[in-house]
């Protein structure tokens, strides 16, 4: 059987599922999958979800944590 599409909510000019998959999240952050379970071992990445044994992110929470980490230089 034909397994169902995940419905896609609008977010500014682009959609985006609801939870986002380790490999969504990485290509969004530019940074390796590998990164993002470093982070989260030690509890410094966006926020996770547990469905049954995958992981997954939901995406207000990681735009939340990358504003977070965000730098300004106010000396330039």
Same mark, same amino acid.
Request: glycine share 6%; proline share 11%.
């Given at each position: 059987?034909? +397994?169902?599409? #995940?419905?896609?909510?609008? /977010?500014?000019?682009?959609? $985006? ?6 490999? %969504? &999240? ?13 982070? +989260?071992?030690? #509890?410094?990445?966006?926020? /996770?979800?547990?469905?049954? $044994? ?6 207000? %929470? &990681? ?14």
């Amino acid at each position: 059987m034909p +397994r169902n599409p #995940r419905p896609a909510i609008a /977010t500014g000019s682009t959609s $985006r599922t609801p939870l986002a998959t380790p490999e %969504e &999240v990485a290509a969004y952050l530019g940074v390796p999958v590998k990164t993002l379970y470093q982070w +989260r071992h030690r #509890r410094t990445g966006p926020n /996770t979800l547990k469905v049954g $044994r995958h992981l997954r992110y939901r995406w207000p %929470e &990681v735009d939340e944590w990358l504003a977070a980490q965000a730098t300004y230089d106010l000396t330039a």
